[in-house]
């Protein structure tokens, strides 16, 4: 390309920018530094969620990633809420799938709250009692609060209060 700059020719060249290079200044731009790892359960070296020793980071994504993970997120839970068949676990897994929810951005969070609430007006057609949907309203609202509070904190700390004792560990969330 001729340049003319004071009356003088220059030659320059232009380096055309490239798709890979443009999509790595972009992640770079986005990435958030790892946090520190600490291992609530030392014992516990793998379970449902996977491996403990590498913690549960998710970056914000686009919309579409953070509302398929959401559902993943409710997905994986109700998968294995149903495997534990633990009489009093539904709240914790409610919990837990609404905090990884909320964890993965805005998007997630209302992705969320519409997973919740419509699986809770499909069940008001059951026998449960009044308490009973309170109760899994309440540890819904407490899983989205803690999750986009704390975006790369530990869901099950966030939950824990709701982990029925005695659940096996491979259902704790990391």
Known sequence: MLVRH??????MEFEAPTLKGALSKAVAKYKKPPRKTTTKHPSKTSSAYGSSSSPRQIP????????IGAIADFARNLRLMREADWNTADKYFHCVAN???????????QTAIWLSNTREWAQ?????????RAADQAANVQGRRGGSRNPNGSCDAICSNLRPRGLPSRFWAD
């Open 60 to 67: 914000r994504a686009s919309a579409q990633a953070q509302r």
């Open 124 to 132: 008001d057609r059951s026998d449960r009692s009044h308490n009973d």
């Open 6 to 11: 004071n009356k003088q020719e220059t030659e």
């Open 99 to 109: 905090c990884q929810a909320s964890q993965r951005g805005p998007v997630g969070e």
